[in-house]
Structure formats: C-alpha cells, structure tokens
C-alpha cells in the first residue's frame, strides 16, 4: 500500500491510502496527526503489524471507519495505538523513554483498557521504530505546502 500525506496550505493535511488493487481512502487530518499516523507506520512495520491501523486500511478499512464509537478493533490495532501513544509522548517531550519504564507503562495502560497484554519491547525494537519515525517525520517536515510526501506500507527496515 501507498501512504500520500499531501501538505495543507491551511494547515490541515489529508491522508490517502492507495491499496495494491488499486482501491483507496483518505481522510482531511488535524495537523497532529500527519506526525502521529508516520509514527504508526514505523511501529507497525517494525513489529510486523498487519492488523493495527495501516494493516486494517490495507485490507479494505476506510480511514473513517476508525471514527466509529464502538468500533472493535484488533488486540494488535490496540497495542500499536498505545505504543503510538507512549513515542508521541517521546517526541512532545523530547525524552527518551527506556525500554524497561516503556514496557511498564504501555503494560498498565492495555490492563486497565482490558486488552491482552503485549510482549516486551526490546532496545533493538525501540531503536528500529525511533530510527524509521525520525526518517518519515523528517521526510514531512521537509514536504512543502501543497506537497504530497508517499511512503510505502509496510516499510522496508533493510534498507
């Protein structure tokens, strides 16, 4: 699948997927989360994730069908949201978090939303998710206004 965040004059970007047969969905995004949805793409491609956000699109979701209230999603789209979450938070605050205090955290979290817990995360995963996140999050920033920035899902971490 083909990621195009196109780069809003107005500040608001869109989000377009375009699936290998060719079909596609997209969505007008809040400027948080063009940064936020790369972030996916690096965690979801770095753990193998096919049923987490981009995986769902892939196999035929709709963008806006993650807005619906009482959608079920898969324990893995659950898992990458809070992974998601935990290297937003990172990357506001500038502070790395180690792997030990992140596996705690994100073990809390999935307990107290009641979904199964996620195997611990080592240095080499964090590493791989933070190099590839940093890698898109500066391809965007350096996409102009009214520029599309496309990346491949899911992402190749051999290259």
Same mark, same amino acid.
């Given at each position: 699948m083909r990621i195009q965040l196109k780069k809003g004059r107005d500040g608001r970007s869109t989000l377009a997927c375009v699936r290998s047969d060719g079909s596609r969905?997209?969505?007008?995004?809040?400027?948080?989360?063009?940064?936020? +949805? $790369?972030?996916?793409?690096?965690?979801?491609?770095?753990?193998?994730?096919?049923?987490?956000?981009?995986?769902? &699109?892939?196999?035929?979701?709709?963008i806006d069908a993650f807005q619906e209230k009482h959608l079920e999603l898969p324990a893995?789209?659950?898992?990458?949201?809070?992974?998601?979450?935990?290297? +937003? $938070?990172?990357?506001?605050s500038g502070q790395l978090i180690p792997a030990p205090e992140l596996n705690e955290?994100?073990? &809390?979290v999935l307990e107290k939303q009641q979904v199964p817990p996620f195997r611990a995360m080592t240095d080499a995963d964090l590493s791989n998710m933070r190099q590839l996140r940093g890698s898109l999050v500066s391809r965007w920033r350096m996409t102009l206004e009214g520029e599309t920035l496309e990346v491949a899902f899911p992402q190749d971490l051999r290259t």
């Open positions: 969905t997209w969505a007008r995004v809040h400027p948080f989360f063009p940064e936020h +949805d $790369l972030t996916h793409c690096a965690v979801e491609s770095a753990l193998g994730f096919r049923q987490a956000f981009f995986g769902l &699109v892939a196999s035929g979701w709709e893995e789209a659950l898992w990458a949201e809070n992974i998601v979450g935990l290297l +937003d $938070l990172e990357r506001a955290q994100l073990s &809390v």
